[in-house]
């Protein structure tokens, strides 16, 4: 993944799957920031680490386009905490995230099984 | 604001509870309380640096998004100069000739003295030119604005509901003062305006220096003082201390200054010379010899009070109407039989005083409203024309925008694209109108006002008139950015890239066309304007004013402000003439009152001895005998006046031909005798002079008697000190040859006369003429300068629309080449079409134009209609136009190779 000591470059990288993953997270019930992190880490085996200097921003975009909606809640250990919640504009944009998704990894899939001279 | 910082704590909370959570959750893995929170910042990572990053997501969106549109726009600007200058052009003269316009009424119609709570103000009249010195009688419609010392001091004693009443000079204008600074060699003829004493403290001002007046400066026998205005104190004394308390010689006689007016008053009225200084109405009698100030049937003051709070206006007007009718009683006019009856009829309409003597406004008011009028209509020319432009790139970009809607912007982000296109031309076009505005208001006011000095009008755009221009260029670019965007926005992509360039738009193209046609029609009827106000001028300046002005200059003077008395002026005038003539290349030396085409004069009512019906105004001019020659006037019967009409020689008179006509319905006149209906006697008619033309081209046919100068009716028992008509105003000086030092020359001879003899205005003949006609030169030109730029912006709106259904119907006209059409019948195929949209102009501007000129008549000088000349002129111009636009795009159309524009597509 990027160089440490940029951010920017990070969001930049992940930007298009991290909104559907962050997005895909929510859709299993509301959650705060630090819980979709360890959601991720834990649903991608400890595979996926998203970094919160990416996960803030990607959140706060969310929430401005309307895709999740925030409140401020207890958690479940008493702590106050920004709870996140999927919106009707959120699912939609999910769904077609996902539809692109799967469209782009069956291109990239078809270009790297091609057969030469198949041109 | 308050959402940004909610924002902010909101953030920084959310990232303390994230913290929180982790900590928490590193301390249940077994973690000390320290290093867990410890290692959960550092998984964190850049705390502040992240938190900034979140923030952006919010802020900086939207203006991000503008600098977007606003670049790309600038971008696609560039790409098309011709668009971009032709547009920037015709919003900067649209825009710029509006607020330049606006600058002026503004400034001119509608801005307060600059005085203390102008909305308290009244003024008892509704007539600046009700002026400026005469006798109060009757008058069948009742209204004045002009009153008598007397009448004003009654009017200020009974009207309690006034908390200050002031009264001032009407025609100060008219009669300038001379002023020398004590010590000081030069004296100068300036401006000097009489006033009553609260006159200052009713406008509620402070001085700049030293004091105003007040009301004990303004009693009899009290020390003659003076105020002198804040410009004349700087640009004359450059801000010297010392003037205030200092000693001037006014007229010759000494009046203290005791103070400055403050910076920017220019007195009660908007003038093109302002008063220089502001004397009691009771100094006057001594200074300016003028015995009507304490007659209390004669007229000379206007007046302007400040009605105390809560005082209504309708119970006022009848409380001032009841004093007046009061106050002229006794006065003889109204105590005759006859005259009572007109008694009930006299009023003085309240009007607002805020804005001061209206004499300005209502001089310049209708020019004004019409070149609002005019300049509206030029906008309006523009606006279609922009319209039109925008419209036509706005298809001519259609495949581009279905591209990009192709390509998945949104319809909203196209339109707002489009929309900042507009408004930033449209903002630019503002920017660049005001650059206009301001050098066209300059222009206007030098035009208007030549030769003003001190003018208390400022070409400066107020931000009212800033405002005014921007909303107006910007209401312009969304009203005209909207339609194209909405057009391109509402195309099907896939649409219009299959159909190309294929598709015709009848809907937008019937409104490029009506857009065009409306131009053409405003057009003509600005060119029509433009031809009568230019006929209207050409005729004026063609009138036989029944005068010479060749080789001949107009010195203005002043031996009353000189210090002469009546008795010495023979003398003087002898003096004059000697010493003149001595001066080498002068051949005439002719002095008089008043001089023709001057905009003062004097009239008297005049009977003609047993001649009953004979009677009523004549123009009354006092001359020497050198005088008609000097001005040209000729002689059609008996003689004219000569060196032996001395004071004691019979008075004598002649008289012009409307006199004779007007009088005696042609009769020969020589030999009878006319004058005053208490003396009819006093003058015998010896000879008949042409109908020079005096005071104004509209009375180029007014009676008028002309008597030598030093003569005085039998009848006249008042000392000679109080006859002002004794007093030349004027000396024509006729020279053989053009000299170029004459004013030099003149200033010199009257010099060496008395020192306080000084020239007030010095003008060749020739220009004192020319300025009578300076407003009909305004308006003839603006109206010229206006038509030329509706023809020029009509000719590019048609030149665009023919342009661009060329481009348009490329393909159509390849396939009709293809199939053997001529080249002619292609140029006339797009001819036909740029002159059938000019035609159906003219089919609507010409009743319009016709309708048009009744409007304007008034300000026409013997024009009632527009005639063949006039019509046939601006028809031909707009014809030349419309063939110049569609010449161009025929040409083009002509040369379309077939071949290649079927394979376009």
């Known amino acids: 993944m990027a160089t440490k000591n940029s951010y920017q470059n990070r969001i930049e990288l992940v930007q298009g799957t991290l909104d559907m993953l962050i997005l895909k997270t929510l859709q299993w019930g509301e959650q705060h920031g630090y819980g979709i992190s360890q959601a991720i880490r834990a649903t991608s085996g400890q595979a996926l680490q998203v970094e919160t200097g990416s996960l803030y921003p ?50 990239i899939e078809g270009i790297m099984t091609a057969e030469r001279g198949a041109l | 604001m308050n959402l940004f910082f909610r924002r902010k704590t909101d953030l920084k909370e959310e990232i303390e ?14 973690e000390s309380p320290a290093a867990a929170r410890r290692e959960a910042m550092r998984e964190f990572g850049n705390l502040p640096l992240i938190a900034e990053i979140t923030r952006e997501r919010w802020g900086w969106l939207r203006l991000e998004r503008l600098m977007q549109d606003l670049r790309f726009a600038l971008r696609q600007l560039r790409r ?31 801005k307060d003295l600059p005085v203390a709570d102008p909305k308290t103000l009244v003024h008892l009249g509704n007539d600046g030119h009700d002026c400026c010195v005469g006798h109060n009688g009757t008058r069948e419609e009742g209204a004045y604005s002009n009153f008598s010392t007397d009448t004003y001091q009654q009017l200020k004693k009974n009207l309690p509901e006034f908390e200050e009443l002031a009264a001032m000079q009407a025609g100060w204008a008219y009669r300038p003062i001379i002023a020398r600074r004590d010590g000081a060699l030069a004296a100068r003829s300036v401006m000097g305006e009489f006033v009553s004493g609260n006159y200052f403290r009713t406008f509620g001002l402070r001085p700049e220096a030293g004091r105003l007046l007040i009301d004990a400066d303004d009693l009899p026998g009290a020390p003659p003082a003076a105020v002198m205005s804040y410009e004349t104190w700087q640009h004359e004394f450059g801000g010297d201390a010392a003037v205030v308390g200092s000693t001037f010689r006014v007229n010759t006689k000494p009046v203290t200054v005791v103070g400055i007016a403050p910076r920017g008053f220019f007195g009660d009225r908007m003038a093109v010379a302002p008063p220089d200084f502001y004397l009691p109405i009771q100094t006057m009698a001594s200074l300016a010899n003028a015995s009507y100030v304490n007659d209390p049937e004669t007229n000379w003051l206007y007046m302007i009070g400040r009605v105390k709070p809560g005082v209504a206006l309708g119970p006022l007007q009848q409380k001032v109407n009841a004093t007046l009718q009061q106050a002229f009683a006794t006065q003889s006019s109204f105590s005759t039989v006859n005259g009572k009856k007109f008694l009930p009829r006299v009023h003085a309409t309240l009007s607002p005083g805020g804005e001061g003597i209206q004499t300005l406004q209502e001089g310049y008011g209708s020019h004004l409203h019409l070149l609002m009028w005019i300049a509206g209509l030029v906008l309006l020319i523009a606006c279609a024309n922009i319209a039109n432009l925008l419209l036509v790139r706005g298809l001519g970009r259609r495949t581009e925008m279905s591209v990009r809607s192709a390509l998945g912007a ?25 650059a206009v505005a301001y050098g066209g208001a300059r222009m206007l006011l030098v035009l208007a006002f030549p030769g003003a000095q001190n003018l208390p009008i400022e070409a400066r755009p107020s931000f009212a008139v800033i405002g005014f221009a921007f909303a107006l260029s910007v209401l312009t670019g969304i009203l005209f950015g909207v339609a194209p965007a909405w057009i391109s926005a509402q195309a099907r992509p896939a649409d219009a890239l299959r159909s190309g360039a294929r598709t015709t738009a009848s809907a937008t193209s019937l409104l490029q066309r009506t857009l065009v046609v409306l131009q053409a029609a405003l057009s003509l009827v600005l060119l029509v304007g433009a031809g009568l106000f230019s006929q209207s001028l050409s005729k004026l300046e063609n009138t036989d004013l029944k005068l010479d002005a060749r080789n001949r200059y107009v010195v203005h003077i002043n031996p009353q402000a000189a210090g002469y008395s009546g008795i010495q002026l023979g003398a003087l005038y002898r003096t004059i003439e000697d010493r003149f003539h001595a001066v080498p290349g002068v051949v005439k030396v002719g002095i008089s009152t008043y001089v023709p085409m001057e905009d003062d004069r004097w009239s008297n009512y005049i009977v003609v001895q047993n001649y009953a019906e004979a009677k009523g105004l004549a123009g009354f001019v006092k001359a020497n005998a050198d005088y008609f020659d000097s001005v040209g006037t000729k002689l059609v019967m008996g003689r004219g006046i000569d060196v032996r009409d001395t004071s004691t020689a019979p008075g004598v008179t002649v008289v012009n031909q409307a006199f004779v006509q ?18 009819p006697g006093d003058f015998e008619i010896v000879g008949v002079v042409e109908n020079t033309v005096y005071t104004d081209i509209h009375l180029k046919n007014d009676p008028m008697y002309f008597v030598p100068i030093m003569q005085r009716p039998a009848s006249n028992k008042d000392p000679i000190e109080q006859d002002l008509s004794l ?19 003149t200033r010199q001879t009257l010099a060496s006369i008395n020192p306080n003899l000084t020239v007030v205005q010095f003008q060749t003949f ?39 259904s060329v481009e348009r119907r490329a393909p159509e006209i390849g396939i009709r080449m293809a199939l053997g059409a001529e080249r002619g019948g292609v140029v006339a195929m797009v001819m036909r079409g740029a002159l059938i949209q000019t035609a159906l102009g003219l089919a609507i501007g010409i009743p319009v134009a016709l309708l048009c000129v009744r409007f304007v008549k008034t300000q026409l000088y013997e024009i009632a209609s527009a005639d063949a000349r006039v019509m046939t002129g601006a028809i031909v111009a707009l014809a030349v136009a419309t063939c110049v636009a569609g010449i161009i795009p025929a040409r083009r159309a002509a040369s379309i190779d077939p071949a290649r524009a079927l394979r376009a597509d």
């Open chain 1, 58 to 107: 990607a959140l706060h975009r969310l929430e401005r386009q309307g895709w999740v909606k925030a409140e401020w809640k207890q958690s479940e250990s008493n702590q106050r905490a920004k709870f996140y919640k999927i919106t009707r504009l959120g699912k939609e944009q999910l769904a077609s995230d996902y539809e692109r998704w799967g469209k782009m990894v069956a291109i």
């Open chain 2, 17 to 30: 509870s994230h913290l929180k959570m982790a900590t928490a959750d590193r301390i249940a893995r077994g």
């Open chain 2, 80 to 110: 098309t100069p011709a668009f971009t200058t032709t547009v920037l052009l015709t919003l900067a003269l649209g825009i710029g000739a509006n607020a330049a316009i606006f600058t002026l009424v503004n400034a001119v119609l509608l």
């Open chain 2, 410 to 434: 949104k319809r909203s982000r196209i339109v707002r694209q489009l929309l900042t296109e507009s408004i930033l031309l449209a903002g630019l076009g503002g920017l660049l109108g005001l």
């Open chain 2, 662 to 679: 007007e009088f005696l319905g042609g009769e020969n006149p020589i030999g009878m005798r006319i004058g005053a209906p208490d003396s």
């Open chain 2, 727 to 745: 007093y030349a105003g004027t000396m024509v000086l006729q020279t053989a040859h053009p000299i170029n030092d004459m004013e030099k020359l």
């Open chain 2, 766 to 804: 020739g220009e004192q003429i020319a300025v009578q006609f300076t407003g009909q030169r305004l308006i003839a030109r603006l109206t010229m300068l206006f038509g030329a730029l509706a023809l020029l912006l009509a000719t590019i709106g048609l030149y665009g629309v023919t342009a661009y």
